[in-house]
Structure formats: structure tokens, C-alpha cells
């Protein structure tokens, strides 16, 4: 069996934690299905800015709405720059960055297990495994 090349290994991680990333937000706009239909999170825009303020619980429905926003916003970006292989490296390391700040916001106002659950951490960990990559498969520009 032939090994896979570590620009093979790269692509493939571009492309499934983008993949992630825009099926995150695809759930917290109904895509998945309404709230509380098997497998969705969110289910709409209401029920993510309510998560995002159990998460962020000093924040106000205001503060909670631009963060949420904000991270949305974020996880569309690094996402698409992860899919199209567009300047990879910070697209990356922005990801890793927001994996992590996830899973803190998660252990802190809910437990260590809900960032083991939704593997937070190895999505931070595949970013910057990806960041070290110089160049991977079928990119736009590295």
C-alpha cells in the first residue's frame, strides 16, 4: 500500500475542517433541520445566540448576538479559506485560535466533557497540525 503524501494529508485536512466549520454555521441558520430534530444543535439563529450566552454568561442578549456574529462571521471565512486552499497558513492558525477559544468558553461554562464531546480539541489540534503544512494538494494559493 502506498503511503499518502503529506500535501494529500493537508488537503484533506483543509478540506474537512472547513467542511466543519461551514456545517456548524449551516445549523445555527436551519439547513440541518428545525430545533430539536435529530442531529441539529441549533436549529436557528435564536437558539445559537442563547448558546452563546450560556457559553459567555457575562454577556447581555446584545453582547451574546455579536459574538455570536462575530465567531459566524469567522467560522464562514476560515472556512471557505481552508475549502479553496487560499492562504492556508493563517487561515489555519485563525482556526486553531477560534477551536480554542471554543473549547475554553465550553469547559468553563459547561464542562471539560462538551469540548470532548463536539472534539473542540481536535479540530484545534488538525489547524495547527495543518498550519505546519508548507504546501497541500489542489490549493489556490498556499
Known amino acids: 500500500m502506498k503511503n499518502i503524501s503529506l500535501q494529500n494529508t493537508g488537503f484533506i485536512l483543509r478540506l474537512f475542517l ?7 454555521v449551516a445549523d445555527r441558520f436551519g439547513f440541518w433541520g428545525a430545533p430539536g430534530a ?3 444543535a441549533w436549529g436557528n439563529w435564536e437558539n445559537f445566540i442563547a448558546y452563546t450566552q450560556t457559553l459567555n454568561s457575562y454577556a447581555g442578549k446584545a453582547l451574546a448576538g455579536v459574538l455570536g456574529a462575530t465567531a459566524t462571521f469567522f467560522e464562514i471565512a476560515f472556512g471557505l479559506l481552508l475549502i479553496i486552499g487560499f492562504k492556508t497558513r493563517y487561515a489555519a492558525l485563525g482556526t486553531a485560535g477560534l477551536m480554542l477559544l471554543f ?3 465550553m469547559t468553563i461554562a459547561i464542562s471539560i466533557k ?25 490549493a489556490l494559493k498556499n
Open 38 to 40: 435529530p442531529g441539529v
Open 18 to 24: 472547513g467542511i466543519t466549520m461551514l456545517s456548524a
Open 103 to 105: 473549547a475554553v468558553s
Open 114 to 138: 462538551a469540548p470532548l464531546d463536539y472534539s473542540v480539541f481536535t479540530s484545534f489540534a488538525a489547524a495547527l497540525v495543518l498550519s505546519s503544512i508548507e504546501k497541500t494538494s489542489f
